[in-house]
């Protein structure tokens, strides 16, 4: 039987081959074997549950053509997966072995073992040439939870983080999707919840990375060839932490192999952490599939923290840093620097580094030009919400009247301003920009842009309109 496979399944490659281009056929259908032909349906059997999901989803069709030029039109595929117990429901015309026969496909010469001793495996964080499968960390062990305070701002997060650390795959939470602004601590709780896994699972292989650089990671391995060695080697990940997950947004392939090695590590009960500067309804340019896959667990936001969560923030600093000040002047600073965390240690560690530089007591008049000098030079992030709220005011109209459709002159240009000052103060997208704004497309945010600098240029009232604004958004 077996020899009657291989001889229709090597007709099907001949036909295959001339019809897709040479590293394709190379990747995705040299590693693939013929095992068994029964009636019309050939077995075949492939690397992974991956493998099995990219050729349904990018070659099913010329299988169906070169196996149906074979068996005729009756003609079934049924994949065996070597390397995996877990099975999908995706059966066009193909099928997988039924799970009475799922033993029987288990191979001795799997490729890339899940438990990590292969030393063919390709590990991205090392040097080329070193043959190294151990997978560090690239975890920061000054960022736990003993350091991680916590308030009503990040309560939720903060306990979902816990909760992980101790059971990693074993709760509701996954994934975990911590999400917020710049500065509240995403990345300590990230490197939190990594830190405290290893520390009780020693065993477990834990990974943090920036979607940045995982991103960076996926090119080079498309650059060198290595695409399938990339997706093995997060496929062995216990614990996956990928930092700013938002950074994926609009780049196609790597979403679409952070989808697949999402998939992997889920349905193998595996852990995955996410953060985010939004939420996932409020990401743009990210496939509908992988939002889904988002909001399968736990999306935790971290908020500003309160005045007493900023007061315990600074005192616990303090005391790390073996330093004490006087109640009166942490009470100031709290009371001053209210957008974030990262803002609110780098003035205290100001201060402190003024007085120690120049052997000035701490006092509440340094820390009143400490303060006033670090709010002057932070630039503070400027949101959508905030902008609209600044150009309704200045017309003296609600958000929700400068969101709404009437074609009024007035709030027409209302609104075609907080579009301008949208784009030109964020990084959102005109996307982005036009949901916010009234649920426009960013067809209508690009003429509101084009139209204000028209009108900036013709109309001296609208130029007024426009430099007060600029004012009053850049104080």
Avoid at 173 to 180: M, S, V
Avoid at 232 to 250: A, R, T
Wanted: hydrophobic residues 40%; charged residues 25%.
């Amino acid at each position: 039987m077996s020899n009657t496979a291989k001889s229709v399944w090597n007709n099907c490659l001949k036909f295959i081959k001339d019809n897709i281009q040479p590293q394709a056929y190379k990747t995705w259908f040299e590693p693939i074997v013929a095992v068994k032909l029964t009636d019309n349906a050939l077995s075949i059997q492939v690397p992974s549950k991956f493998f099995y999901e990219w050729l349904e989803e990018h070659y099913v069709k010329i299988l169906k053509v070169a196996l149906t030029k074979e068996l005729g039109k009756n003609a079934k595929l049924v994949y065996i997966i070597k390397m995996e117990n877990t099975y999908g429901n995706k059966q066009p015309f193909t099928e997988k072995i039924p799970s009475s026969n799922r033993s029987a496909v288990k191979s001795q010469d799997v490729d890339i073992p899940l438990n990590n001793k292969s030393p063919e495996l390709r590990n991205p964080f090392v040097i080329p040439g070193i043959r190294n499968v151990k997978v560090e960390s690239q975890l920061n062990p000054n960022y736990s939870f003993d350091n991680f305070l916590e308030g009503d701002s990040n309560r939720l997060a903060r306990s979902a983080g816990l909760a992980v650390a101790n059971k990693p795959g074993g709760t509701s939470f996954n994934p975990l999707l911590i999400f917020g602004g710049v500065g509240l601590g995403k990345t300590h709780l990230a490197h939190a919840i990594g830190v405290d896994i290893k520390d009780k699972y020693p065993e477990k292989t834990v990974l943090y990375i920036s979607a940045e650089k995982f991103t960076q990671q996926y090119i080079d391995a498309i650059k060198k060839n290595n695409r399938n060695d990339f997706i093995h080697f997060y496929q062995i990940i216990d614990v996956l932490i990928i930092d700013d997950v938002q950074f994926l947004s609009g780049k196609t392939g790597t979403q679409d192999v952070f989808f697949h090695i999402f998939n992997h590590l889920h349905q193998n009960g595996k852990q995955v952490v996410l953060t985010s500067d939004k939420a996932p309804v409020d990401m743009q340019d990210i496939e509908q599939r992988l939002l889904s896959r988002f909001k399968w667990g736990l999306s935790a936001e971290l908020q500003t923290p309160d005045f007493e969560t900023r007061v315990s923030i600074l005192k616990n600093k303090l005391y790390r840093d073996g330093v004490e000040m006087p109640e009166d002047i942490i009470d100031y600073v709290a009371k001053n620097i209210k957008s974030n965390v990262r803002e609110l240690e780098g003035a205290i560690i100001s201060l402190i580094a003024q007085s120690s530089f120049n052997k000035k007591e701490i006092t509440i008049d340094l820390a009143r030009v400490i303060v006033e000098k670090f709010v002057k030079n932070t630039k503070r992030e400027v949101s959508i919400d905030y902008i609209q709220k600044v150009v309704s005011d200045y017309f003296q109209m609600d958000v929700d009247t400068l969101q709404s459709k009437t074609r009024k002159r007035h709030i027409v240009q209302a609104r075609q301003l907080a579009m301008f000052f949208a784009k030109k103060f964020t990084k959102a997208s005109l996307a982005s920009i036009g949901s916010q704004i009234g649920k426009r497309d960013h067809a209508t945010v690009l003429h509101a842009c084009k139209t204000v600098d028209n009108l900036t240029s013709t109309d001296k009232q609208f130029r007024k309109y426009v430099e007060d604004i600029t004012k009053k958004l850049s104080v």
